[in-house]
């Protein structure tokens, strides 16, 4: 089992940056680990969207072209924890953010393919 806890979500003017965490436990820490760790989206009244993937062994990242040059994707294995930084926020940005976990990489874009989530935390970027 894998458990995830998002944090860090908050108001903030365009332009500005956040922080988002999520704490992982459970058996994704094993060396022979393939997991890959996602953020996704929600906004109102749209469909989860994909934002960033890293692999927890090796670190190779992946980002949707929306967010690809603002956003960095990055982990602590010694933590257990996943960061999304977001720079240069936009209103557009604004939506409820998910991390998530799944094996392998196959698919990383689709939301379907991940098993575990966590509750999601807030972002809201005023104009």
């Known amino acids: 089992q894998v458990q995830l806890v998002e944090s860090g979500g908050g108001l903030v003017q365009a332009g500005g940056s956040l922080r988002l965490s999520c704490a992982a436990s459970g058996r994704i820490f094993s060396i022979f680990s393939n997991y890959v760790m996602g953020w996704f989206r929600q906004a109102p009244g749209k469909e989860r969207e994909f934002v960033s993937t890293i692999t927890w062994i090796g670190g190779a990242t992946y980002y949707a072209d929306s967010v690809k040059g603002r956003f960095t994707i990055s982990r602590d294995n010694a933590k257990n924890t996943v960061y999304l930084q977001m720079n240069s926020l936009k209103p557009e940005d604004t939506a409820v953010y998910y991390c998530?976990?799944?094996?392998?990489?196959?698919?990383?874009?689709?939301?379907?393919?991940?098993?575990?989530w966590g509750q999601g935390t807030q972002v809201t970027v005023s104009s």
């Open positions: 998530a976990a799944k094996r392998p990489l196959s698919d990383y874009e689709v939301p379907d393919k991940y098993n575990y």
